[in-house]
């Protein structure tokens, strides 16, 4: 069994008035390689007329961002010409690569007659051999992600990507990679087989969950050692879970603002590139 190297909660750090915790990077942990920024937005219910989500227009570059949308809806637009609404239970998957300026806000429909929102954004890092790739842009709603059951029904897996139990998620990745979101009952248990060497990305969204003895509730980041190659979760209580594991690139890592490279001097090319219009035009 995998064992259980620290538990780190989510810091509490708003934007506007959106709800947002944040347990990746933290003061303890820069990374769990390639897996290296988390927020998690919400729960939270906006009234009707609100302003929506507030991340505007902006620039990225040698990541890609995955977005799992539990309540609410995300209207998503960038400058590669890619346009969408996706809706409750659906994922975006973004490759920023060589960069682009894309914006994330709520629909009209939700700003006109509100609603729940829980949103989570998970930055996902690229190899440097991938960083300068094309960018891509993938939404899927939930309808088609692939879902099976484990212990008899008591846990849905929502499989967005890599293989489980002979099912495989709808998105190529870049990197192979496992992502998934799990929608446990009280008293429900799976066991994971993850490779001695890839590193787990495993944050608990909702609810409370049991890791060799130890309670772990909600909204709390889970790092893991590399000292053994299956993982034993048993819910206490409904719960929902974050649950990916990848190969470590094992590079340097420089990231500054809404870029992630490997030196400092690619930082700098990074923002003069966009400053000379490189990333695309963006048009209202």
């Given at each position: 069994m995998k064992t259980i190297k620290a538990i780190h909660p989510a810091s509490y750090h708003p934007i506007a008035d959106l709800i947002t915790y944040n347990p990746l990077p933290s003061q303890n942990l820069r990374q769990i390689d390639p897996f290296i920024f988390l927020n998690h937005h919400g729960f939270q219910t906006y009234p009707k007329n609100n302003n929506g989500l507030p991340f505007g227009p902006h620039p990225h570059r040698g990541m890609e961002t995955v977005t799992f949308i539990l309540e609410g809806d995300i209207m998503h637009k960038d400058s590669g010409g890619h346009e969408s609404v996706i809706e409750k239970g659906g994922i975006q998957w973004m490759t920023a690569g060589s960069g682009l300026i894309h914006a994330e806000v709520s629909s009209g429909k939700f700003k006109k007659e509100g609603g729940d929102l829980e949103i989570l954004q998970l930055w996902v890092n690229l190899p440097s051999k991938?960083?300068?790739?094309?960018?891509?842009?993938?939404?899927?709603?939930?309808?088609?992600?692939?879902?099976?059951?484990?212990?008899?029904?008591?846990?849905?897996?929502?499989?967005?990507?890599?293989?489980?139990?002979?099912?495989?998620?709808?998105?190529?990745?870049?990197?192979?990679?496992?992502?998934?979101?799990?929608?446990?009952?009280?008293?429900?248990?799976?066991?994971?087989?993850?490779?001695?060497?890839?590193?787990?990305?495993?944050?608990?969204?909702?609810?409370?969950?049991?890791?060799?003895?130890?309670?772990?509730?909600?909204?709390?980041?889970?790092?893991?050692?590399?000292?053994?190659?299956?993982?034993?979760v048993k819910a206490s209580k409904d719960s929902v879970i974050l649950l990916g594991h990848a190969m470590p690139f094992n590079e340097a890592l420089v990231a500054h603002g809404p870029f992630v490279m490997n030196t400092q001097q690619e930082i700098m090319q990074a923002y003069q590139d966009y400053q000379a219009g490189k990333f695309g035009v963006w048009e209202d």
């Open positions: 991938h960083k300068m790739t094309k960018p891509k842009y993938v939404g899927l709603q939930n309808e088609e992600i692939t879902r099976f059951e484990l212990d008899g029904g008591k846990i849905s897996v929502q499989l967005i990507s890599g293989e489980w139990n002979g099912y495989r998620g709808p998105l190529e990745t870049i990197s192979p990679m496992l992502m998934s979101t799990l929608y446990l009952k009280p008293g429900s248990s799976f066991t994971k087989i993850i490779p001695k060497e890839e590193n787990v990305f495993f944050y608990v969204v909702r609810g409370e969950v049991q890791i060799q003895g130890e309670n772990i509730p909600f909204r709390n980041l889970i790092e893991f050692n590399n000292d053994g190659d299956s993982l034993t």
